[in-house]
């Protein structure tokens, strides 16, 4: 099962931007096909629905922007995108996209008012680690991890500090 929140087949009310930031580096290549598979068919199949926003990063020697889209009826072209995805590079740039995915969720959702996550896909603990210790670990004060046999996912919600400390104080206040 996908590390979301909801499938597409239970019907979220409210969109969903994600930000799918994908190990692109040579230790990723074992790993490459069974994840691309998984994303094929558990995220985009299954979890994205019409209207849904999806940003994915190919994070190789350096981290850019290899799709953006408004999620229609038609999701070939992402699924394309990922398959036909290129290794690049011996170290994953995961700081640079998640930089990017942080400000892209700020500028794109000011309100608040869609569901939006960072998705990490990576060959290893030791390609996220410069990420986790680096200027983007505040992303993973709050996330949940699932491992695989060759590759592992952590989904983090971009600027979710605020959100966490306004249900915490919420929660107290009725108490």
């Known amino acids: 099962m996908a590390p979301c929140l909801l499938t597409a087949q239970e019907r979220r009310s ?4 994600l930000y799918l930031i994908i190990d692109t580096s ?4 074992e790993a490459r096909n069974e994840t691309v598979n998984w994303l094929n068919e558990q995220v985009i199949d299954r979890l994205l ?3 849904d926003r999806m940003v ?3 994070a190789g020697s350096t981290a850019r922007v290899i799709h953006s889209e408004t999620v229609g009826t038609q999701k070939n072209e ?3 995108k990922l398959r036909n995805i290129e290794i690049s590079g011996s170290v994953a740039d995961f700081s640079g996209a998640l930089g990017d995915a942080a400000s892209r969720a700020t500028r794109e959702n000011p309100r608040g008012d869609r569901i939006s996550y960072t998705m990490i896909v990576s060959g290893s603990a030791e390609n996220l680690a410069p990420s986790i210790e680096g200027n983007s670990s505040g992303i993973f004060r709050w996330f949940r ?3 695989y046999s060759r590759w ?3 989904v983090a919600g971009p600027n ?3 959100k966490v400390r306004q249900a915490a104080a919420a929660y107290m206040s009725s108490r």
Do not use: T, Y
Not at 14 to 17: G, H, K, Y
């Open 14 to 17: 409210i969109p969903l931007d």
């Open 26 to 29: 040579e230790g990723f290549q």
């Open 49 to 51: 629905m019409e209207g």
């Open 56 to 58: 994915i990063w190919s």
């Open 78 to 80: 992402a699924k394309d």
């Open 145 to 147: 991890a699932e491992k």
């Open 152 to 154: 592992q996912v952590l």
């Open 160 to 162: 979710i500090n605020q």
